[in-house]
């Protein structure tokens, strides 16, 4: 199995412009969680899928940021416009929603630098 | 809401000392997991603790689950420059964890070991 994919691993953007991170997650997995990791604030939930539905995106910090997930085996993260306090490494996560594990799986991360 | 919080936030060590870090949840825990991060990776998993009072080892790493299930810890015996990186705790957040699978991470305990 290859994991979770994602793409691009790292990204410089200049302020204003739109950055769509993209993600594929383990095939068969249904759940899926994108996060955000900076120094100050450590690893936070942006939003999160089951079955493709987006179930809570309480954790997205701004109307900038959009996610979607148009099938089972493709995501997005969108930024628009970016700003340079978005910088940061997102991950995206998956796992299966019906074992009794919890174990989510990490993708490599994007690192983001808005200048 | 949840919180998690770990101790310490950040642990030096020389190679062949022990290790320890420490995880409490402000409300009682269906499970633990654990994670670990190598610098510039992705949080990987380590293992998951149902039972209260329970204990797992995995070679040098010991895990313990309090009696009450809001409290757990990592024990590392004989540390090993291996062994760098940021130790997560996680625990299943609310209703969304329950029925999705979503965590609250802590601050993580990120661990230097000296050769």
């Known amino acids: 199995d290859a994991g979770v994919i994602q793409s691009p691993r790292h990204e410089v953007t200049e302020m204003g412009q739109e950055v769509t991170l993209r993600c594929k997650p383990i095939?068969?997995?249904?759940?899926l969680f994108w996060y955000r990791q900076t120094m100050m604030r450590g690893l936070e939930l942006l939003i999160y899928?089951?079955?493709?539905?987006?179930?809570?995106d309480s954790g997205m910090p701004e109307d900038r940021f959009s996610a979607k997930m148009p099938n089972a085996s493709f995501s997005t993260l969108k930024i628009q416009p970016s700003e340079p306090r978005d910088s940061a490494v997102y991950f995206c996560?998956?796992?299966?929603?019906?074992?009794?594990?919890?174990?989510?799986?990490f993708g490599p991360g994007t690192r983001l630098t808005v200048t | 809401g949840q919180q998690v919080m770990q101790i310490p936030q950040y642990q030096h060590v020389q190679e062949g000392e022990d290790f320890t870090t420490y995880c409490n949840s402000s409300?009682?825990?269906?499970?633990i997991q654990w994670y670990k991060q190598r610098p510039g990776g992705h949080p990987v998993f380590l293992i998951q603790?149902?039972?209260?009072?329970e204990v797992k080892k995995q070679k040098r790493l010991t895990f313990q689950f309090g009696e009450a299930k809001k409290n757990s810890s990592l024990h590392i015996t004989a540390t090993q420059t291996t062994d760098v990186g940021t130790y997560f705790c996680?625990?299943?957040?609310?209703?969304?964890?329950?029925?999705?699978?979503?965590?609250?991470f802590g601050q993580g305990t990120i661990l230097t070991v000296h050769p």
């Open positions: 095939s068969g997995h249904n759940s």
């Open positions: 409300t009682t825990l269906s499970n």
């Open positions: 996680a625990g299943p957040a609310g209703a969304g964890g329950t029925s999705y699978g979503k965590l609250t």
């Open positions: 996560a998956s796992k299966w929603n019906w074992d009794r594990s919890y174990e989510q799986y």
């Open positions: 603790l149902v039972k209260s009072g």
């Open positions: 899928f089951n079955n493709n539905v987006p179930i809570d």
